[in-house]
């Protein structure tokens, strides 16, 4: 288990949103320091909070901000993106290019960059990564693809890690209300009420949130037929 008592957290994708809650969140908990990082990162209200300029993209930056951040005692990887429109074959060389840099590669690289930043620091660790119920549930593109392997990812990352006593979590959710699911009508989680979830499961030892029940069917339906999880698939092309 990782306390948030006096812990040093990094949060991407910081600005607004879940992020912003997950700073906020770890202070009231404690933290000593965040550090909230963006490619433009805002200004903050409290001195607690230390403004970071991150591009997960770039593996330069990556590499300067574990260099300004090296008492970090937790990583969350929060930054994310998706295209406007589903379907592979719809999707632009861009958009799968920044999908797969943005969703994939970039929290892969912080890790690992990352990695001995926290096995070196002394007291609990954690790393913090968001996944999405679509990981399961392959509808939206290349989102869904990047948030299904980056779901892997944690799970290698979680066993390689833990000898080191790196505790690795990982989240699913579907809607959260936020600005960008503003037109979303589908039941939406509370922001407030996600980030206290996952803190809760970090600070409790354990290694998976599924937030809302969404996420709950959707993992208990993995192990059921396609056509149970994708109806269409037992329908016949048209003639």
Known sequence: MTSLKQAVVLVTGANRGIGEHYVREALARGASKVYASARNPKEWDDERIVPLRLDVTDPASIHDAAAQASDVTILINNAGISPGTPGLLAHSDEEIRSSVETNLLGPLNLIRTFAPVLTANEGDTAIIDMHS???????????????????????????????????????????????????????????????????????????????????????????????????????????
Do not use: C
């Open 133 to 239: 119920v679509l990981a399961w549930y392959a509808v939206a593109g290349i989102y869904s693809v990047t948030k299904a392997a980056l779901w892997s990812m944690t799970n290698a990352l979680r066993l390689e890690l833990q000898p080191a006593g790196v505790q690795v979590v990982g989240v699913h959710v579907g809607w959260v209300d936020t600005a960008m699911a503003a037109h979303i009508t589908e039941p939406k989680v509370d922001p407030a009420d996600l980030v206290a979830q996952v803190f809760d499961t970090v600070e409790a030892g354990g290694y998976e949130v599924l937030a809302d029940e969404v996420s709950v069917r959707l993992k208990a339906g993995l192990s059921q037929p396609l056509e149970s999880i994708y109806p269409q698939l037992g329908v016949g092309p048209e003639v």
